[in-house]
Nanobody, 121 residues
Framework: QVSFVASGGGLVQPGGSLSLSCVASGRTYNLDTMGWYSQAPGKPRELVATITRAGTTNFGDSVKGRFTISADNGRNTVYLKMNNLKPEDTAVYFC???????????????WGQGTQVTVSS
């Protein structure tokens, strides 16, 4: 199993910035992808950003150009820098990790507890 400790959520005004971090522990030796998903009330969970161990990034359309993601592989930590935040970014942000697969099926996925981000004036 993989567990997470996330930090950095909170309340910010529109146009402001926040940074999230997430540290994975446990069975981290085969982790290939880490990142963040978000879920607003009444909406499905959606991709914010992911980064692979090789450094390949993937962003949700709504955050492209505003959010950046980085990782410290040695510390099993992923960072999300959120700039120019909008009220519609308000959601619970979940840390995510996926282990590498050595078969034709996707590797196991793991989810953190979530941290609240609220963008409001």
């Amino acid at each position: 199993q993989v567990s997470f400790v996330a930090s950095g959520g909170g309340l910010v005004q529109p146009g402001g910035s926040l940074s999230l971090s997430c540290v994975a522990s446990g069975r981290t030796y085969n982790l290939d992808t880490m990142g963040w998903y978000s879920q607003a009330p009444g909406k499905p969970r959606e991709l914010v950003a992911t980064i692979t161990r090789a450094g390949t990034t993937n962003f949700g359309d709504s955050v492209k150009g505003r959010f950046t993601i980085s990782a410290d592989n040695g510390r099993n930590t992923v960072y999300l820098k959120m700039n120019n935040l909008k009220p519609e970014d308000t959601a619970v942000y979940f840390c995510y990790a996926q282990q590498i697969s050595f078969t034709d099926r996707p590797g196991p996925e793991y989810w953190g507890q979530g941290t609240q981000v609220t963008v409001s004036s």
